[in-house]
């Protein structure tokens, strides 16, 4: 059975009856890349976000403070003081992030929030209802949320890993392979991406394009439990796979 799998975006016809908004980010990260030694580009990545992962233990963890570009062996050095708290295989591009969304929150939420295709948050009973659903693979990780307003909701950011590939039928014939040294793949996202169905994960239902994690994907039984329990705040367009 081939396995359908749907972009999830902001549902904005919903403004302005929901009109929640947030100014956060996450507490660490990995810093950007000065000047790959391979391939000579100054970078940091889009996507890669791993809430669930504490640095708050890691002595070294003040380094992680602060968004900048280091030269590579400094960023290497940094990656492999987080590798052993990330999940297993994470690829920790310069830029991932780590630990909980902190910041301020305002007005009305939806069940489900995303800021930009960056992040998505969802509130906790939405969650709960999801799991008994038997929705697989929702990692949901506290946020510090800071909200004016009294009786605000409990915002949960779900952890989504990056997983499977665009086919390569999306990439132009003369596109260069990944930088040996950094990684770095200078890939544009088509208007209609298609997905390697070989590269799908089978053990989850949401999931970020392991090449190109600024697109979050949810499995049919994502959508379906979603629809069948009404829960509002993000929309679905299929992805072909091939
Ligand atoms: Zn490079």
Request: include cysteine; hydrophobic fraction near 35%.
């Amino acid at each position: 059975m081939t396995l359908r799998v749907f972009e999830l975006s902001q549902d904005s016809a919903m403004w302005p009856r929901i009109n929640g908004s947030f100014n956060a980010a996450h507490k660490w990260g990995l810093p950007g890349l000065a000047g790959c030694p391979g391939c000579g580009v100054t970078w940091a990545s889009s996507g890669h976000q791993y809430p669930a992962v504490d640095l708050s233990n890691l002595p070294a963890q003040s380094e992680f403070l602060k968004a900048r570009p280091e030269p590579f062996e400094e960023f290497a050095r940094l990656r492999e003081l987080v590798r052993p708290l990330a999940p297993p295989g994470a690829l920790l591009p310069p830029g991932t992030l780590f630990g909980p969304l902190v910041g301020t929150a305002s007005g009305r939420f939806a069940d489900f929030e995303t800021q930009g295709s960056m992040l998505l948050v969802v509130r906790r009973e939405a969650l709960e209802r999801l799991q008994v659903e038997g929705v697989r693979g929702l990692v949901g990780c506290k946020t510090e949320l800071r909200f004016r307003q009294k009786d605000p909701p409990e915002l949960l950011e779900l952890q989504l890993e990056p997983r499977g590939q665009l086919h390569p039928d999306c990439y132009p014939p003369e596109l260069p392979p990944p930088c040996d040294t950094c990684g770095r793949f200078k890939l544009t996202l088509p208007d209609e991406p298609i997905l390697d169905a070989a590269s799908l994960p089978t053990d989850r239902d949401v999931f970020r394009v392991g090449n190109f994690a600024t697109v979050m994907v949810g499995t049919e039984r994502f959508k379906e439990a979603v629809q069948r329990l009404g829960l509002e705040g993000i929309t679905f367009r299929e992805l072909p796979t091939r």
